[in-house]
């Protein structure tokens, strides 16, 4: 095993300890949201917030949002599970746990996701 492949493994490896502990961390506010009744619209917009640059805060094509939350294209309804999901297949190592956190806080609310809600620039 060569040098590189040893280092594509550590990076994969710390993706998904990030990935665990961001879960851990959300799993709750993400079941909250959902009982709120937190729309795929909001939703969106927080997907928008977390995106790398240069998309971060873009508009996205119309069906991005179901993509990503991996539902029917035409679907206006998610689960939990789905951005939980979500969440975690897209989780870099250098994603900050606050940040997200403080962002799914803001979801459907006046002040809404921050736009530091992905710190890493891919």
Not at 1 to 19: C, D, V, Y
Not at 74 to 85: C, G, I, K, R, Y
Request: proline share 7%; net charge negative; charged share 25%.
């Amino acid at each position: 095993m060569g040098p590189r492949t040893l280092q594509e493994i550590e990076l994969h490896n710390a993706r998904l300890k990030n990935a665990h502990l961001l879960d851990e961390a959300t799993s709750d506010i993400i079941q909250q949201k959902w009982i709120e009744g937190t729309d795929l619209e909001d939703i969106g917009e927080f997907l928008q917030s977390w995106a790398p640059e240069p998309y971060r805060n873009k508009p996205m094509p119309k069906g991005m949002t179901q993509a990503l939350l991996n539902i029917t294209p035409n679907s206006q309804a998610w689960a939990p599970t789905d951005l939980s999901n979500c969440i975690f297949r897209n989780t870099e190592d250098t994603d900050s746990i606050d940040d997200l956190v403080r962002a799914l806080k803001n979801l459907g609310t006046t002040e809404g996701p921050t736009s530091q809600a992905k710190t890493n620039t891919r």
